[in-house]
């Protein structure tokens, strides 16, 4: 789990709220946390892995290079894998070793390892979860600028400064806040955490607030967008529309299903913080509705990584292809291209324009069709098949 609570709990001093959660059926929490964690990691990496059959092209067409979207869903893929893969370690670690992570409690202690693998854990966990949605806003900013002005893969330099940049920032200064002057005699109340909580939930609810916003004025440019390739709105427009539409929801529906009960467990703590007898019966009801969404974060916020890779691209199978290859393509670089009369070529190829009359469209329109293309490919990456019959198009998404 991805709490800033957890490195609260490396001071030996810690609060009573932060203690009353983290004390509480620990064996549980830990073995909960790794089984979501693990799950979702070994579906999330299965997910990535290039397949046999359906999501390569023909190798007598050339690879075009991925659109920035493309790569920049790759990485939030990568960030949320990292993120689990700290969620396995500190659970294991917890459940291997509980007299190791007891040695956090002591005070004035002279060994100083457990305090920094719990540092160090919760420091890992928290930097690649806040990468994740800091390039989970730069993917709305990116598929709305795609439609608007045709940027280009270029602008991934940028987002790579802005995020991590951001990340690490955020994350050092709000450690170096919360374990001053020291992990063994960290400064208590209120006034001293808060920085270190607002700098983990910032980037979370800026993705909660702003990423709608872009969404919501994607989907209106792209409506334009398709109007203006023929002269009206069809019935394959609309359903493509549609289709875009659905998939922003997915992508929003998966970030608030994983990470709001984050947001309600901390406003529980911070007002249980605040009082001066937390284990007053007048508060029973607060800390069963602390404790109730802290096994839910436990469980669902490592389950970011898979649901993200469903949401993003549908399921893609798995038949994964081991055989050593020259150059490999992840299962959405295969069906997204800039390039629309390469796409033309084939069928199979053009996926991406999810209609062949778009498809065709782009190739009359070359002057352009570049960017209608990009905008197109971008958006519809999900898994598009027109193998069938008559090259009907059949969606496979989630």
């Known amino acids: 789990m991805a709490s800033p609570r957890l490195e609260t709990f490396c001071c030996p001093n810690r609060d009573a709220a932060t203690e009353f959660v983290v004390s509480f059926q620990p064996v549980l929490f830990g073995a909960l946390g790794l089984g979501s964690a693990s799950l979702s990691l070994v579906f999330a990496v299965l997910q990535i892995l290039p397949k046999r059959k359906g999501y390569r ?108 940049g951001l990340a690490v920032l955020l994350c050092v200064e709000g450690v170096a806040m919360l374990y001053y002057p020291s992990i063994s005699d960290c400064e208590q109340g209120l006034q001293h955490a808060i920085p270190h909580y607002v700098t983990t939930y910032a ?51 998966v970030f608030c299903i994983c990470w709001v009960p984050n947001i309600i467990n901390e406003s529980l703590l911070f007002y249980l913080e605040m009082q001066t007898d937390i284990a007053a019966n007048g508060f029973r009801n607060i800390r069963n509705a602390a404790l109730i969404t802290w096994f839910i974060m436990g469980i669902l916020n490592p389950m970011q990584a898979f649901l993200n890779t469903l949401a993003f691209h549908g399921w893609t199978g798995l038949d994964v292809d081991f055989r050593p290859r020259q150059r490999r393509e992840p299962a959405w670089d295969s069906v997204s291209t800039s390039a629309p009369n390469a796409a033309g070529n084939n069928p199979l190829v053009g996926t991406t324009l999810l209609y062949q009359s778009h498809v065709q469209e782009a190739k009359k329109n070359a002057s352009n069709g570049h960017q209608h293309s990009d905008a197109i490919s971008v958006l519809s990456e999900g898994n598009w098949d027109f193998s069938g019959s008559n090259n009907s198009p059949v969606y496979q998404g989630w």
């Open 203 to 253: 980037p979370m609810l800026l993705v909660l607030v702003a990423n709608p916003v872009f969404f919501n004025r994607t989907v209106c440019a792209v409506t334009s967008l398709l109007k203006g390739r023929q002269g009206i709105y069809t019935e394959n427009e609309r359903r493509l529309a549609n289709e875009i539409k659905i998939r922003f929801f997915k992508i929003m529906l």
């Open 57 to 164: 092209r023909l190798g007598q067409y050339p690879l075009p290079r991925p659109a920035s979207s493309s790569r920049i869903l790759f990485i939030i893929s990568m960030c949320d894998i990292l993120g689990c893969a700290g969620i396995i370690t500190r659970s294991s670690v917890w459940l291997g070793l509980p007299n190791f992570i007891s040695g956090i409690s002591v005070a004035n202690g002279t060994d100083a390892w457990p305090e920094v693998f719990c540092v160090g854990s919760a420091m890992w966990i928290q930097l690649f979860f806040s990468a994740s949605f800091w390039w989970t806003f730069c993917y709305a900013v990116d598929v709305f600028l795609v439609v608007k002005t045709s940027a280009g893969i270029s602008t991934i330099i940028l987002y790579h400064m802005i995020t991590w």
